[in-house]
């Protein structure tokens, strides 16, 4: 399989103007067998090609291909590229989308941005199933009914596992819209008043993020994430799903795919009864399903101010 972006929001040469990255992939694997960045799709490509000729990758030796896949839209440069190389003539099969190959290539992005790269990254239907459930948060605004300075407890169980964040409702002061998700029963010291926008710096390890930006504000590689797991063309703000790790920012584990997902449906779940005045903590609870058949069960307590 063969991969070709516009990586130049991420990644800077010195002398181009425009940077291009082109992954080869084993399809059956999905181990990369080369990789490339030039200034032009010819160069890149043609580097990824030789790169996956003569390198060998585990216990895969440097092999002609009989078939190469690639998607539709880069089809034309592929197919350029394969004329212009040394290993035949393969079947080029077009195809309109490779959403396992395409998170590959969105990590390999995220580690050239400096993002830390998780070991077991979502699978396609977890990023499904929380593209989604963010599309529902944006969609349930529930920022227009909860502060960022309301503390939300949340517990859950997935897995069997249990653990407990707070979570703040992002947009009321009309910054930044999105949820933070703060590992523990209670808020960092340095975030006792969070604000509107979390500084990623400042951000404590083990926190996850959604932050809902307008278009041309959220990173491509982020927006078209997004969209191939069914975000609206037309919708007015994109999702940027991140962890913060020990050394800052980091790409989302499948594990943090999941607690997140569960953090937005009790959101949604706890904002339909809307908030309330009162002395002593109310809990919603819910079961989300989750990929594979899993599911997560949440507590979500509103809580006073000053906690």
């Given amino acids: 399989m063969v991969l070709l972006r ?8 010195a002398g181009e103007d425009r940077v291009m990255a082109a992954l080869v992939l084993h399809a059956e694997t999905g181990l990369v067998l080369g990789v490339s960045i030039s200034g032009t ?3 890149a490509l043609a580097g990824a090609f030789d790169a996956a000729l003569t390198n060998q990758t585990a216990d895969l030796p ?10 539709v839209e880069v089809a034309p440069e592929v197919r350029k590229a394969i004329a212009a190389a040394s290993f035949g003539s393969p079947q ?8 396992e190959a395409e998170d590959i290539f969105d990590s390999l992005v995220g580690h050239m941005a400096g993002r830390a790269q998780p070991t077991e990254p979502p699978s396609p239907e977890d990023w499904s199933l929380l593209v989604g459930q963010s599309l529902a948060y944006l969609r349930a605004e529930p920022w227009e009914r909860w502060s960022d300075v309301v503390p939300l407890g949340l517990e859950f169980t997935i897995d069997g596992t249990v653990a407990n964040y707070v979570a703040i409702v992002m947009g009321n002061a009309g910054v930044q819209r999105g949820l933070a998700l703060y590992p523990g029963m209670t ?38 994430k997004a969209r191939r797991y069914g975000w609206p063309a037309d919708a007015a ?3 940027t799903l991140l962890g913060v790790g020990p050394d ?22 706890l904002d339909s ?14 079961r989300v399903a989750l990929a594979d058949g899993a599911h997560g069960d949440f507590v979500i307590t509103q809580r006073p101010a000053s906690q």
Wanted: avoid cysteine; charged fraction near 15%.
């Fill in 273 to 286: 009864r809307g908030p309330v005045l009162a002395e002593v903590a109310q809990a919603t609870t819910g």
């Fill in 187 to 224: 808020l960092p010291p340095g975030l006792r008043s969070p604000g509107p926008t979390p500084a990623l710096e400042a951000t404590p390890s083990g926190t996850l993020l959604l932050m809902l930006d307008r278009p041309g504000e959220t990173p491509d590689e982020f927006a078209e």
């Fill in 92 to 99: 080029l099969i077009e195809a309109g989308s490779l959403a």
């Fill in 6 to 13: 516009d990586v130049s929001h991420a990644v800077h040469v």
């Fill in 248 to 269: 800052g920012p980091s790409d989302l584990a499948g594990a943090d795919a999941q607690r997140l997902q569960v953090a937005l449906a009790a959101v949604v779940a």
């Fill in 62 to 71: 440097p092999a002609s291909p009989a078939r190469v896949v690639s998607l």
């Fill in 41 to 43: 799709a010819a160069e």
């Fill in 237 to 239: 703000y994109l999702p």
